[in-house]
T-cell receptor, first 112, second 114 residues
Framework: SQKIEQNSEALNIQEGKTATLTCNYT??????LQWYRQDPGRGPVFLLL?????KEKRKERLKVTFDTTLKQSLFHITASQPADSATYLC???????????FGRGTSLIVHP | DGGITQSPKYLFRKEGQNVTLSCEQN?????MYWYRQDPGQGLRLIYY???????QKGDIAEGYSVSREKKESFPLTVTSAQKNPTAFYLC?????????????FGSGTRLTVV
């Protein structure tokens, strides 16, 4: 069956360090992958989209990589700040419907 | 400002009642979606619509119904057939799926059965 895995344990890091979050998947042929940020009690906010034929995307302090051989995406936040503390969700969409399926998310806590 | 408005923010339902959650967008997006989020769970797709007067079941449509009479509006009814409706409900919209843009989400409705 199709599965999207994000680390259920919270990631704790110090301010100024680079945070790296992982999204692994099985039994998907993804057309694209998205990353979202979700704060408690709020809806997710779209951050980045990367396509199957792209290796890397950047946006300000954010970087996403996509390795379809390893079936993995890495999401990096450089120079992290306490304001980056949130839950980060990855979502995969296969060709056909292009409707993404969401992972459970990983909580990031940045300590001052 | 363009966006998605969900109402109400909190909703309480008695056993056996139907309740309707509102979702309105002014982004001129063609597609709209309803997701359910339970604690520690990913978002699960209930229904989606890519065009007015047409909608498709998602992964967990049983006990829910929707309508799409206007492009801007996609209300969700939680019927009495939904046995475990307590959850956080999120509405989203997008341009045609597969483009470079992600979903825009509303701020959610928290439904509790009392």
């Amino acid at each position: 069956s199709q599965k999207i895995e994000q680390n259920s344990e919270a990631l704790n890091i110090q301010e100024g360090k680079t945070a790296t979050l992982t999204c692994n998947y099985t039994n998907y042929s993804p057309a694209y992958l998205q990353w979202y940020r979700q704060d408690p009690g709020r809806g997710p906010v779209f951050l980045l989209l990367i396509r199957e034929n792209e290796k890397e995307k950047r946006k300000e302090r954010l970087k996403v990589t996509f390795d379809t051989t390893l079936k993995q995406s890495l999401f990096h936040i450089t120079a992290s700040q306490p304001a980056d503390s949130a839950t980060y969700l990855c979502a995969l969409a296969s060709g056909g419907s292009y409707i993404p399926t969401f992972g459970r998310g990983t909580s990031l806590i940045v300590h001052p | 400002d363009g966006g998605i408005t969900q109402s109400p923010k909190y909703l309480f339902r008695k056993e056996g009642q139907n309740v309707t959650l509102s979702c309105e967008q002014n982004l001129n997006h063609d597609a709209m979606y309803w997701y359910r989020q339970d604690p520690g769970q990913g978002l699960r797709l209930i229904y989606y619509s890519q065009i007015v007067n047409d909608f498709q079941k998602g992964d967990i449509a049983e006990g829910y119904s929707v309508s799409r009479e206007k492009k801007e509006s996609f209300p969700l009814t939680v019927t009495s057939a939904q046995k475990n409706p307590t959850a956080f409900y999120l509405c989203a919209s997008s341009t045609i799926p597969g483009t470079n843009y992600g979903y825009t989400f509303g701020s959610g409705t928290r439904l509790t059965v009392v």
